[in-house]
């Protein structure tokens, strides 16, 4: 039931992000890459979702390349959560998230678990510069739960 409450919570950051996109044509590298790190999220949070293609690791990197070359420093959790999913779609085991049953151990497990600590204090540093406008709160809850998504799915490919 989690898997599926986080998939459609991933699914309406993705949303969003298109729908920003769509309108105000601001932050094109960066919408593009929540788009795609929410659907890619979705799709391996979701129960009944297939398998996702380790090739796909190449769209991650190649979103998470775009946005440093526009600098990255304005939004970087799009550089680090594509890097991320790049990692968890290139080294998962699983045929997708929603078995959550990896428990790889050793070094995996400690590159998980500092990913995982890594975007809950995201979250946690997001959280505490709340921006004054309606927009960029959306925004900024979304960062947050993606932030939050991100580390139960790196947790939960643990335990």
Not at 28 to 34: I, L, Q
């Amino acid at each position: 039931m989690i898997g599926w409450a986080f998939a459609v919570l991933a699914f309406g950051i993705a949303g969003h992000h298109a729908h920003r996109l769509a309108v105000t044509r601001r932050d094109p590298r960066e919408r593009v890459a929540h788009v795609v790190m929410g659907l890619g999220m979705a799709a391996m949070l979701a129960p009944s979702a297939p398998a996702i293609p380790r090739p796909v690791a190449g769209i991650y990197l190649a979103a998470a390349i775009a946005c440093l070359a526009r600098g990255g420093r304005r939004d970087p959790h799009a550089v680090t959560g594509c890097l991320a999913m790049a990692f968890m779609v290139t080294f998962s085991a699983m045929p997708h998230m929603a078995g959550m049953a990896m428990s790889p151990g050793g070094t995996r497990a400690w590159l998980d678990l500092g990913l995982a600590v890594y975007f809950i204090g995201e979250a946690a540093w997001t959280i505490r510069s709340l921006p004054a406008e309606r927009d960029d709160r959306t925004d900024t809850a979304c960062h947050v739960a993606a932030g939050v998504a991100m580390a139960y799915m790196l947790l939960a490919m643990n335990s």
